[in-house]
């Protein structure tokens, strides 16, 4: 008898018993209210939420420490000081005249348009003997 | 539990991508000084292999065994694998620079740039072409002509490009500057009348002047770096050296603008009474 139901019948069958996962996470979460954490985190019922916690919390983590570490590398902008590195508090800038506009230009100049340290480096391509 | 074990994939699929993929692709490989800085990690490593080459290729001319032959294949295939690697870091270097290098025009900086990452991509690529275990020294002799090929009728004309574009783009950026402070100063002899304003109009034309000799020098260059890509195209250091000695003929120039613009803005100040 029970060979003659289809697979698609067995499907819908199982999917009306087993809840979703979304249904046990949601069940779950509300057990917590009237239990203690440890007690909650050490119940085999509920491995998945605290499996699922632990992985945020630690791509949370990763992410939090990616960013400092991103922010500390990171030289400060042009004009820009960092609270950490101005000893006195920024005021207003001083507007650039046209005067240090020219000198900080002509100082520009002066280091010319080519950067030699970007020459291709020395590559020995006649390795044959 | 096949739909958890899904959710679990999809958070870390999601976090790698945003972190080794995405992330990389706005901060590091736009950043030239951690660009440079891997050059020149590469470059020491390469001279680093290349020595040790050098050292295992006497001892095995000098000896003649199997032993120093096998030592020198193996030097040989680690001095191939850093040269290719040396060339990606460099060229990676020489795109970032060019990429934050103000004063590009057009489609000029776009092209090159597009047309390094191809080369990076080769240079990559290029190097799963060597087998460790199984190329004979003589294999990897071969296999390093194809890298010689390449890097003469190609990678060395993009780098030349690439070094003249940078120049050049520093070279319009500073004229576009030293125009902008021109208007400026310009515009304060305006309001001038008599003496004054001949004397202005004199100082002005001469610096027209000047500004005309380094723009007819800048359409020179244009026309230097053009040769990397027509049929003229010849040694690609000398179409370079050609460039930055244009370039550098145009810095008297600026240098003398810059002079002049000082002694007209002093004029005006003195006369406005600043």
């Known amino acids: 008898m029970a060979s003659n139901i289809s697979f ?11 809840p979703s996962l979304v249904d046990v996470l949601k069940s779950r979460l509300k057990s917590l209210k009237g239990e203690d954490l440890r007690k909650f985190a050490t119940d085999p019922k509920n491995r998945k939420v605290v499996i699922l916690a632990v992985v945020f919390l630690v791509m949370i983590l990763l992410m939090l420490i990616l960013v400092m570490a991103r922010s500390i590398r990171k030289p400060p902008e042009r004009g820009k000081e960092t609270q950490f590195n101005s000893p006195t508090p920024i005021t207003t ?7 240090s506009r020219l000198k900080s230009l002509r ?12 020459l291709p480096p020395q590559i020995e391509f006649d390795i044959e003997f | 539990m096949r739909s958890f074990a899904a959710l679990i994939t999809l958070t870390f699929v999601s976090f790698y991508l945003f972190f080794f993929v995405a992330l990389p692709a706005n901060s590091q490989d736009l950043n030239f000084q951690s660009a440079f800085e891997n050059y020149l990690g590469a470059r020491d490593s390469y001279n680093r292999e290349y020595s040790e080459f050098q050292k295992a290729r006497d001892f095995y001319l000098a000896t003649k065994t199997l032993v120093q032959k096998e030592n020198v294949r ?11 690697d040396l060339m990606s870091a460099y060229l990676t270097a020489i795109w970032s620079r060019l990429y934050q290098t103000p004063g590009g025009g057009g489609n000029e900086k776009s092209d090159i740039l597009s047309d390094l990452v191809g080369e990076i991509d080769w240079y990559k690529n290029h190097k799963s072409i060597y087998n460790q ?12 002509k ?9 990678t060395s ?9 940078i120049a050049f783009s520093k070279y319009r950026d500073t004229k576009t500057k030293f125009e902008n402070i021109y208007q400026e100063v310009k515009s304060k002899t305006e309001g001038a009348e008599g003496n004054k304003k001949a004397l202005y109009d004199r100082w002005i034309a001469d610096i027209d002047r000047k500004f005309q000799e380094v723009t007819d020098i800048e359409v020179e260059i244009k026309e ?6 027509s049929d003229k195209r010849r040694n690609p250091d000398e179409t370079y050296r050609r460039a930055i000695a244009k370039a550098n003929e145009a810095k008297d120039a600026i240098v003398m603008i810059g002079g002049f613009l000082s002694e007209l803005l002093v004029a005006v100040n003195s006369s406005n009474g600043q």
């Open chain 1, 8 to 18: 698609n019948e067995k499907e819908s069958l199982m999917s009306q018993t087993k």
């Open chain 1, 93 to 99: 800038p001083m507007p650039e005249t046209l005067e």
């Open chain 1, 107 to 118: 100082d520009e100049l002066n280091l010319g348009f080519e950067d030699r340290s970007l």
């Open chain 2, 74 to 84: 193996r030097e040989t295939y680690e001095m191939l694998i850093s040269r290719d």
């Open chain 2, 133 to 144: 275990d199984l190329d004979t020294l003589e294999t990897l002799f071969d296999k390093s």
């Open chain 2, 146 to 154: 194809g890298a010689k090929k390449h890097h003469e009728e190609t």
């Open chain 2, 157 to 165: 004309f993009y780098i030349y490009e690439t070094l003249a574009t």
């Open chain 2, 224 to 229: 230097i770096i053009e040769e990397f890509r």
